[in-house]
């Protein structure tokens, strides 16, 4: 029956098991069943990334599959070319499987000696933990690389979730509203009215109707135009300052003598301290 999970290997493993000549063998024909179960064709042994056109696909072990200690087979999948490396060392089997298109790859390790007990017979008694090694070929050596192409193509070709707005988002905590802003508008990433006091907006927008920004401005309305000078003792001559420049004072307005007004009393720093008599002109 087709939905039985090992559905086709005695028959993959009758067509090689006259050419098994070590347990890294029985390893690599397990992997092939694999991809073959899962529509890869073999095209043949070797690593050249390159398609003539002519490659005849087929879902046997080609001549000469385990010629070398390692291994080397070409596979087809959706009509793009699949490199399967299998590297000897240390008594462990590493599997590599390269799409040629991006040289993505998956891997896998295999302990040899762990993993295949008997050169033939049933599969239970030649790879008893066949069906841990048959999870772990699916999710780390194929489907990490055939659906990593799938869902690359999905988030390109989208629905275009990812330019939803940020309110779009039902996980998304609000923010909270900026003064003046009705919480109950739809859209809190507008800018506030233009009416709303904020300090600086003129430095930050130049066509921000009214508005005052970090350089004091002497001719506007909380400024006493006449006189630029205040909050300088004696104040500045007519003139000092330029019409429509911008003047930052040297003292804080409104502190200077205003004319018909008794002048402040000098500072007490200004005034010697008790018992201090300066001879130093005697």
Known sequence: MASDPLFGWDLTFRTVEKDVKRKSDIIIAFIHWNLTKRGFRNIGVGDERTLSGDEVKSEVLP????????????????????????LNTDGNLI??????????????????????????GPIDKMLPSHKDLMYNVKRDLIDTLTERSTTTIHTQTGDGSSNRRPSDDPLRVPPRPMPGVNPDTRDLWELPPANLPNIGRSDLDPFAPGGGGMIFNPFGPRRDIENPGLGIPGGLPRGAVPPGA????????GVGPLPGRRPPPPDADHLPPPGFNDNMFL
Do not use: C, Q
């Not at 001549?63 to 299998?86: A, C, M, S, V």
């Not at 599997?95 to 033939?120: Q, Y």
């Open 63 to 86: 001549t000469g599959w385990n010629d070398n200690e390692n291994y080397t087979l070409r596979y087809l999948f959706d009509e793009k070319l699949y490199i399967l490396h299998g």
């Open 95 to 120: 599997l590599n499987l390269m799409r040629s298109e991006d040289l993505a790859v998956s891997n896998v390790v295999v302990k040899i000696e762990d993993t295949v007990k008997e050169m033939s």
């Open 246 to 253: 911008r003047f930052d004072p040297f003292g804080p307005p």
